[in-house]
């Protein structure tokens, strides 16, 4: 007789589901074979599970079948059975192993990830965590967590060597790497959604997209493409840079840099800018509006001397989209 698997679609993680849903609108249909292979790739699913992963899909009207094509998912209705799920404490198991069963419940349920940050020897692990309200990953260390067991662990089970445990099983979990984290070449994440700047298409934003900051503004498709922002209908921005910068070739430069700003897959060009000018010139009028277009929370503000002569420095550059500072320090830069 064939082997049979009951599955509960509130234990399936959500990231197989949702890479599956972005093929899905890109295309209008995925075969179910495709499917199936996204299920069981880095997962520990079989394709016997995976059957019945879409069995049980199909049953409680979560995803609609047409002979050998997934036609729709229903990532909402998927997301909150995936919510709804609460870990099956066991008060007689070990503090250890149900720290570790813990562990495995939130990075699988709960959207918690260990994520290795740099390499060799300067390598280390930090937990980070999924905000469902701004569909972006940040660095959480156990605040999440903490917050989660206390929710939802029996009280007697709450106390600092649990804590203590379910740490240590979170950052020897098998990480993904910072590398891992973030958009895809060509893609700025707004408030609406995903926008590709080659095809000026959107996007849902989904946790499997690893999103580190979304720019604060909509996108809403122009008529005509405008590589100018004196055609932006922002008549008082061309004035004041008219004025603050003359020389038609320096404010072009100035534009290209705003742009690099929204390069958050790439640094190839390695350039930084530095404004030089009397008091009052527009430097800083300059500095805080592009500061808003990008995001203040998407912004650090940390002087040359504390790039080059601290180690995390450099680690804020790679998380946020910009750096900017608007005074230089006197302190001499040691590397």
Same mark, same amino acid.
């Given at each position: 007789?064939?082997? &049979?698997?009951?599955?509960? /679609? ?21 075969? $179910? ?6 299920? &069981?790739?880095?997962? /520990?699913?079989? @394709?016997?599970?995976?059957?019945? *992963?879409? @069995? ?5 009207? $979560?995803?609609?079948?047409? =002979? ?9 209705? *998927? ?42 020897? %300067? ?8 905000? %469902? ?29 649990? *804590? ?5 099983? $979170? ?5 993904? @790497?910072?590398?891992?984290? !973030? ?5 700025? /994440? ?8 080659? &095809? ?20 809403? @498709? ?7 922002? %004196?055609?932006?209908?922002?008549? =008082?921005?061309?004035?004041? $840079? =008219? ?26 060009? %390695? ?10 010139? !527009?430097? !800083? ?47 001499? *830069?040691?590397?």
């Amino acid at each position: 007789m064939p082997k &049979t698997v009951e599955v509960d /679609p509130s234990n399936v993680p959500l990231e197989p589901i949702e890479k599956a849903n972005k093929i899905l609108q890109q295309k209008n249909s995925l075969p $179910l074979a495709k499917f199936k292979e996204i299920l &069981t790739e880095n997962t /520990p699913f079989s @394709q016997t599970t995976a059957k019945a *992963i879409i @069995q049980a899909f199909n049953d409680q009207g $979560l995803i609609e079948v047409n =002979k050998q094509s997934l036609k729709t998912l229903r990532m909402q209705e *998927i997301k909150r059975k995936v919510d709804s799920q609460e870990f099956d404490a066991d008060s007689d198991m070990p503090v250890a192993e149900q720290a570790s069963y813990f562990a495995d419940y939130l990075i699988e349920h709960r959207r918690i990830k260990p994520v290795e940050i740099g390499e060799g020897s %300067e390598s280390r692990v930090q937990i980070w965590s999924y905000d %469902e309200t701004k569909g972006t990953w940040h660095k959480d260390g156990m605040k999440k967590p903490k917050r989660i067991a206390k929710s939802e662990l029996p009280r007697r089970m709450f106390n600092t060597n649990f *804590i203590n445990q379910l740490e240590n099983n $979170l950052e020897s979990s098998i990480p993904i @790497q910072f590398s891992e984290m !973030g958009l895809q070449r060509d893609k700025i /994440p707004l408030n609406n959604g995903i926008l590709d700047v080659k &095809t000026l298409e959107l996007e849902d934003i989904n946790q499997s997209d690893y999103v580190l900051n979304r720019i604060p503004v909509d996108f809403n @498709q122009p008529e005509n493409f405008v590589d100018s922002y %004196e055609n932006l209908g922002c008549p =008082k921005w061309g004035e004041f $840079l =008219k004025e603050s910068v003359p020389d038609e070739q320096q404010r072009k430069k100035l534009q290209e840099f705003v742009g690099y700003t929204l390069m958050h897959w790439s640094t190839k060009y %390695e350039k930084a800018l530095m404004l030089l000018g009397p008091t009052d010139s !527009g430097k !800083g009028v300059f500095l805080n509006t592009v500061e808003h277009l990008i995001g203040p929370k998407n912004v650090c503000n940390h002087g040359l001397q504390y790039l080059a002569n601290k180690m995390w420095g450099r680690q804020d550059l790679a998380s946020n989209m910009a750096n900017i500072r608007h005074d230089l320090d006197t302190e001499l *830069i040691s590397k």
